[in-house]
């Protein structure tokens, strides 16, 4: 009767398996776009760093 009934155990290691192998596909799929966007401008974030603007003026308030 022990053989019917599946151990919690073996569901957990299941559960655990499928975790990791989702886990190494988002690592796949993380590295594959990494290499393929290895140029110059190949951050996310564009323009974080140059000259403002224009220089800002302060004037006291009159009134």
Do not use: Y
Request: hydrophobic share 20%; glycine share 12%; no cysteine.
């Amino acid at each position: 009767m022990s053989d019917v009934t599946p151990e919690p155990e073996s569901s957990e290691d299941e559960l655990k398996r499928k975790f990791r192998e989702a886990l190494e596909r988002k690592k796949l799929a993380q590295t594959e776009a990494n290499a393929s966007g290895g140029g110059r401008n190949s951050s996310k974030i564009h323009g974080t760093h140059g000259p403002v603007g224009g220089k800002r003026s302060f004037r006291r308030k009159s009134g």
